[in-house]
């Protein structure tokens, strides 16, 4: 999320047939399960065991008191991404499937589509752009008045403006609704596309399940999805949330990084951070463009991509992805990261 590698090219992988990547995605289920049955047990012999609520709502208290990254730098290319252009979420909804623990997000909307699936016990929203986290507040307001999927994507449309502004309004005054003045066609546009997508793909997702609204809502309205301004590659907001979790005997149950690793190269400080997340036994989840038009999807377990962002010799997500001569990335499919695959 900030400027484009200079020198960095994306060179392609062959597609997988079908089969071969519905085999990959779900060995990387299972080992990444086995590995969160591992640390279970860790957590179980240090009796700390799954948190307690207790611990949930401690954590989110301190995440909330956190500061901000006041210094995050220029927007991406310069834009308010007000939604995701990440269609094909669909593709590892049942990698993420159960996950709980808590769901670490960038950008606007994924976050919650994610957290449904995973069924996240708390949800914390990062982005470099202020506008994005008062768009989160918005969505807050949303969440908690809408009773239903129906309900929430109503007020997004033209027929539930009125309603949806007086809410905003009451959340956040002038300035939250010069936000949703110029996020709304954006976000509707986003949220009527994907229900096209989903239901052509069969895929139950955040505005089609009453269940999976259901999760998403209850975090709402329970107070444990946080919103923060912060920035990967900086000392600060995301080594405090770290720290946070680490306290209240949390961990990352996926962590979802969008394309963000695109943009920059690895730097002390986003090492630390990354090595700051208690991320073993989770997931990590994050895309790259490919081609046609879209995107790649790619898992890894949180413990290796620990391992990988700490190695010297490993500067980029590219790294990481792996290339042979010749190779480009396949978009609208996704890429799991070999769980024996050592470092350099």
Same mark, same amino acid.
């Given at each position: =999320?900030?400027?484009?590698?200079?020198?960095?090219?994306?060179?392609?992988?062959?597609?997988?047939?079908?089969?071969?990547?519905?085999?990959?995605?779900?060995?990387?289920?299972?080992?990444?399960?086995?590995?969160?049955?591992?640390?279970?047990?860790?957590?179980?012999?240090?009796?700390?065991? /799954?948190?307690?609520?207790?611990?949930?709502?401690?954590?989110?208290?301190?995440?909330?008191?956190?500061?901000?990254?006041?210094?995050?730098? $220029?927007?991406?290319?310069?834009?308010?991404?007000?939604?995701?252009?990440?269609?094909?979420?669909?593709?590892?909804?049942?990698?993420?499937?159960?996950?709980?623990?808590?769901?670490?997000?960038?950008?606007?909307?994924?976050? &919650?589509?994610?957290?449904?699936?995973?069924?996240?016990?708390?949800?914390?929203?990062?982005?470099?752009?202020?506008?994005?986290?008062?768009?989160? /507040?918005? &969505?807050?307001?949303?969440?908690?008045?809408?009773?239903?999927?129906?309900?929430?994507?109503?007020?997004?449309?033209?027929?539930?403006?009125?309603?949806?502004?007086?809410?905003?309004?009451?959340?956040?005054?002038?300035?939250?609704?010069?936000?949703?003045?110029?996020?709304? $066609?954006?976000?509707?546009?986003?949220?009527?596309?994907?229900?096209?997508? =989903?239901?052509?793909?069969?895929?139950?997702?955040?505005?089609?399940?009453?269940?999976?609204?259901?999760?998403?809502?209850?975090?709402?309205?329970?107070?444990?999805?946080?919103?923060?301004?912060?920035?990967?590659?900086?000392?600060?907001?995301?080594?405090?949330?770290?720290?946070?979790?680490?306290?209240?005997?949390?961990?990352?149950?996926?962590? &979802?990084?969008?394309?963000?690793?695109?943009?920059?190269?690895?730097?002390?400080?986003?090492?630390?951070?990354?090595?700051?997340?208690?991320?073993?036994?989770?997931?990590?989840?994050?895309?790259?463009?490919?081609?046609?038009?879209?995107?790649?999807?790619?898992?890894?377990?949180?413990?290796?991509?620990?391992?990988?962002?700490?190695?010297?010799?490993?500067?980029?997500? &590219?790294?990481?992805?792996?290339?042979?001569?010749?190779?480009?990335?396949?978009?609208? /499919?996704?890429?799991?990261?070999?769980?024996? /695959?050592?470092?350099?």
């Amino acid at each position: =999320m900030r400027r484009l590698l200079t020198g960095l090219f994306v060179l392609a992988l062959l597609p997988l047939s079908a089969n071969a990547e519905r085999s990959a995605v779900d060995g990387f289920v299972a080992s990444s399960r086995a590995e969160s049955g591992v640390v279970d047990g860790l957590f179980a012999s240090a009796k700390i065991g /799954r948190a307690e609520p207790g611990a949930v709502d401690g954590f989110v208290a301190a995440a909330r008191a956190l500061a901000a990254d006041v210094e995050t730098g $220029p927007l991406t290319n310069g834009l308010h991404y007000f939604a995701s252009n990440e269609r094909d979420l669909d593709l590892v909804a049942d990698a993420v499937s159960g996950l709980g623990e808590v769901v670490v997000a960038v950008a606007a909307d994924p976050g &919650y589509i994610l957290a449904a699936w995973a069924d996240a016990r708390a949800l914390v929203l990062i982005d470099l752009d202020p506008a994005i986290v008062a768009l989160h /507040r918005i &969505y807050a307001a949303f969440f908690t008045a809408a009773a239903s999927p129906a309900e929430f994507s109503r007020l997004w449309t033209p027929a539930g403006e009125a309603e949806a502004r007086a809410l905003v309004e009451a959340a956040g005054g002038a300035e939250l609704l010069e936000i949703f003045t110029a996020a709304r $066609p954006t976000v509707a546009r986003r949220f009527a596309e994907l229900e096209r997508h =989903m239901a052509a793909k069969g895929r139950p997702w955040l505005l089609s399940d009453a269940t999976l609204y259901a999760r998403v809502a209850g975090l709402v309205r329970a107070g444990r999805v946080v919103a923060l301004r912060g920035d990967f590659t900086r000392a600060g907001t995301v080594a405090g949330i770290g720290e946070a979790l680490r306290a209240a005997g949390l961990r990352v149950g996926l962590l &979802y990084l969008s394309n963000i690793e695109q943009y920059f190269l690895y730097t002390p400080e986003f090492r630390e951070n990354v090595q700051g997340l208690p991320l073993a036994g989770g997931q990590v989840l994050r895309t790259l463009p490919g081609r046609p038009a879209g995107f790649e999807y790619i898992l890894q377990q949180g413990g290796q991509f620990q391992a990988w962002a700490a190695h010297p010799k490993v500067r980029s997500v &590219y790294r990481i992805r792996g290339f042979k001569k010749g190779e480009h990335l396949v978009s609208r /499919r996704v890429y799991v990261v070999d769980p024996s /695959r050592a470092p350099p």
